[in-house]
């Protein structure tokens, strides 16, 4: 009986550093596994906050680029804007200048063409030099037509401040209001521009 009582005795003596020992390793495990849990949560913290910086400071450089990018379109806008309107200006400026030149030369040769007006409405019937004169003077005017310079109708046309100087009026019932009777001087234009208004009396 004694021995039997010392036999368990041996055996629970024999189990109980066996329970400590597992139970010392439990705590240790789990000592190490909050351990690593904790440098693992410590070393992960700054990837994810660099990568978040990273992403926004990106994000940032990108709207900064494409601000640059839309200032300087714009500004590219404008300076094509601006050289079109010049180059516009200037062609207008050339055109400009162009017939107020051709307009100075047509009004120096009126006088001429008047001259010869008034010489041929003096010439005779038959005349083989009034006939010369004639063959001239269409041909002088056959070109006038061509550049663009044309007589200004009168007789018969109302009148039109526009075209006409009026220097005499007369009372005429056979003729309408404000319309041209006689034309005294011709009136011309150069490309719808008036060289010469003309110089007309006009009735009623």
Known sequence: MEDNKNTFQEQEE????VTEETEETAEKNTAEETVEETVSETEE???????????FGKKNKEN???QQI???TDRLKR???????FRKRTEKEKASMYII?????????LPVVDNFERGLAQAQEGDAFAEGMKMIYKQMMTTFEELGVKPIEAVGQEFNPDFHNAVMHVEDEEAGENIIVEE????YTYKDFVVR???VKVAN
């Open 70 to 72: 839309e200032e300087l």
């Open 64 to 66: 900064k680029y494409e």
């Open 14 to 17: 024999e189990t109980t550093p």
């Open 101 to 109: 030149g051709a307009k100075d030369i047509v009004e120096h040769m």
């Open 79 to 85: 300076n094509m804007a601006e050289f079109d309107n």
């Open 45 to 55: 913290a700054p990837v994810e906050e660099k990568t978040k910086t990273s992403f």
């Open 197 to 199: 208004h003309s110089m």
């Open 184 to 187: 005294f001087q011709k009136g």
